[in-house]
């Protein structure tokens, strides 16, 4: 029993450890993508502002220059939009849904991945869209703050994962969700889940950091606070299902 728990745990981990790498790698690609996109953005509004003064001599030459120009910015901006709505929660969607559905595929007992792939993914959309929404609105309550909005959005992501969690874990019988949803000591572990995570988000955080400044020891013990975290966040999981399956 503890030699198959054991070998459970490893192979958690190794999913986790992988998921936090592409992770990690995903965003610090975003991150240069957008830093590209705005230097682009610059250039083009320093040339246009230029534009601008040159059309009024109404140039021929100065016209075809100046539509050219626009031809481009329309074309960039048009990147923008791509990258900002479709890849980046695309990419993050897709990534999440391998990893963590094999992860929860792990803790589970299902015997075909595809179908608890496909039915994970069902699970996430609705959550993950809603998600997004709140976020979205969360950022834009940073211009015209309003108190009680963003607590309420902060309440609904707060309670959000926990039911995604117990969806995740009661992949095949969703009916049982809310009575599980009140059990004292599942609430208990959340709390501790999301301590846990916001440790995790920031170690993750700092190791981009650190590895954009090539700085090998702050890397090395950054990797390694993650790998208990890690460890912790599996075995918190881990009793969950148990606390289920009870």
Known sequence: MFKFLKNKFQKLLTINLLFTIILISLSLFIKKQVNSYMQQLSTASTQIQSLQAA????????????????????????????????????????????????????????????????????ITIPFYLIIIFILSRLFNQLSEFSLIFSIIYLIILLILPYFLLLSYLNINSIKNILKSAKNWKLILLYFVLILLIISYLTACFFLGIYTLAFLIVPILISFLVLIIIISLIILIEMKFKAILEK
């Open 55 to 122: 059309l009024q001599e109404n140039i021929t030459s100065n016209i075809a220059a100046a539509n050219t120009q626009l031809t481009d910015l329309n074309s960039m901006i048009s990147n923008m939009v791509y990258f900002w709505y479709i890849f980046i929660p695309l990419s993050f969607f897709i990534i999440w849904c391998i990893f963590q559905s094999y992860n929860f595929y792990t803790l589970s007992k299902e015997k075909n991945f595809k179908k608890y792939l496909l039915r994970f993914s069902i």
